[in-house]
């Protein structure tokens, strides 16, 4: 299991690593719009200084048709090193743009994917992860779990070279449940994380357990003894 954070502020990354297993970070035109208006590819390259060389980055590009795509994976290759993952819309065109990138030897993530159908055409193209947007299919009326499993299912029975990254969280229950399915990554913001270890019961047990040591210890701990 991959944890990826889905953020690009620098102070909630920079915070994260310190605390969690993190593998590496996913980006958007919408996260890094939340950032105003920066330079773009200085931003990119604090984020990778932050991550280091063995956590992924995958950046969104912005272009609609193949063409552009191209034009952007190859720009941003050579901005933001060869280890970035390019992250491209499961569209007509999207799907042609990852067909060339991964025969060209680029890193592609595919993304906004609804339908099992996206996924495997995706996979099958090239695609190493594949982001499929859990809580947005459940707007849509879409099986999200369903989805999960089919495409976990396609991708052993098939042999691919590829992992689902579940994308769009709103709560701790959908990550879960997206693991359970079959993902191999989540993609979650770093909010989310910190919601996850924030049950009362945790900090109860904490006092608890510190509660019953002192009562025979005093206020000494492991290290004092």
């Given at each position: 299991?991959?944890?990826?954070?889905?953020?690009?502020?620098?102070?909630?990354?920079?915070?994260?690593?310190?605390?969690?297993?993190?593998?590496?970070?996913?980006?958007?035109?919408?996260?890094?719009?939340?950032?105003?208006?920066?330079?773009?590819?200085?931003?990119?390259?604090?984020?990778?200084?932050?991550?280091?060389?063995?956590?992924?980055?995958?950046?969104?590009?912005?272009?609609?048709?193949?063409?552009?795509?191209?034009?952007?994976?190859?720009?941003?290759?050579?901005?933001?090193?060869?280890?970035?993952?390019?992250?491209?819309?499961?569209?007509?065109?999207?799907?042609?743009?990852?067909?060339?990138?991964?025969?060209?030897?680029?890193?592609?993530?595919?993304?906004?994917?609804?339908?099992?159908?996206q996924a495997e055409l995706a996979a099958m193209a090239g695609?190493?992860?594949?982001?499929?947007?859990?809580?947005?299919?459940?707007?849509?009326?879409?099986?999200?779990?369903?989805?999960?499993?089919?495409?976990?299912?396609?991708?052993?029975?098939?042999?691919?070279?590829?992992?689902?990254?579940?994308a769009s969280f709103k709560n701790v229950m959908q990550l879960?449940?997206?693991?359970?399915?079959?993902?191999?990554?989540?993609?979650?913001?770093?909010?989310l994380l910190d919601t996850a270890l924030a049950h009362p019961?945790?900090?109860?047990?904490?006092?608890?357990?510190?509660?019953?040591?002192?009562?025979?210890?005093?206020?000494?701990?492991?290290?004092?003894?």
């Amino acid at each position: 299991m991959e944890l990826i954070l889905d953020t690009a502020n620098l102070r909630k990354i920079e915070e994260a690593v310190q605390y969690y297993p993190v593998s590496g970070v996913t980006t958007n035109p919408t996260i890094f719009k939340a950032e105003g208006k920066i330079d773009f590819y200085a931003h990119v390259r604090e984020i990778r200084g932050i991550l280091g060389d063995k956590r992924t980055l995958h950046v969104q590009v912005i272009s609609p048709d193949c063409e552009g795509i191209l034009r952007e994976a190859d720009v941003l290759r050579k901005k933001a090193g060869e280890s970035i993952y390019i992250k491209t819309p499961v569209s007509r065109e999207g799907l042609k743009a990852i067909g060339i990138m991964a025969r060209e030897g680029f890193n592609v993530t595919a993304t906004a994917i609804y339908t099992t159908m996206q996924a495997e055409l995706a996979a099958m193209a090239g695609a190493k992860y594949l982001a499929l947007y859990y809580n947005r299919m459940l707007n849509l009326d879409i099986d999200a779990d369903k989805v999960f499993r089919q495409v976990a299912d396609a991708i052993r029975a098939d042999n691919l070279d590829c992992k689902i990254v579940g994308a769009s969280f709103k709560n701790v229950m959908q990550l879960t449940n997206a693991i359970a399915d079959g993902a191999q990554a989540i993609t979650v913001p770093p909010e989310l994380l910190d919601t996850a270890l924030a049950h009362p019961s945790i900090g109860e047990a904490v006092d608890n357990f510190r509660k019953d040591w002192i009562s025979v210890y005093g206020d000494k701990t492991l290290a004092d003894l």
